[in-house]
């Protein structure tokens, strides 16, 4: 990570910065921390990767990598951010999907 008079910058490519740590952590295979040329997007959860799932969090401090499931294909669960107002159950599912690792048909 980049530390600067005991503030955090950004956390490198491939990590994120854990709220509960306080530190920047390595991002699992689960989840994208490929930030590009905007470091600072590492204080924000990761993009969840096609294949698995997250609940919906309400403050970027509450996201944690033990709330991921693997879905049954990368077909029902889609990925993508499970951040924000407009985030539901079927956010990161397939059309026609919802539910914890969107495993209920509609």
Request: charged share 20%; aromatic share 10%; glycine share 8%.
């Amino acid at each position: 990570y980049t530390k600067d008079a005991g503030t955090f910058c950004a956390c490198a490519e491939g990590s994120r910065f854990d709220y509960a740590l306080r530190a920047c952590k390595t991002c699992s295979a689960e989840v994208s921390c490929e930030w590009g040329s905007n470091l600072s997007k590492s204080f924000s959860p990761p993009a969840i990767r096609p294949g698995y799932w997250a609940p919906c969090i309400a403050h970027v401090e509450d996201f944690t990598e033990r709330d991921l499931f693997v879905c049954s294909s990368a077909k029902t669960c889609i990925g993508g951010l499970s951040l924000g107002a407009q985030c539901t159950d079927t956010s990161l599912c397939a059309v026609g999907r919802t539910g914890r690792a969107c495993s209920h048909c509609i």
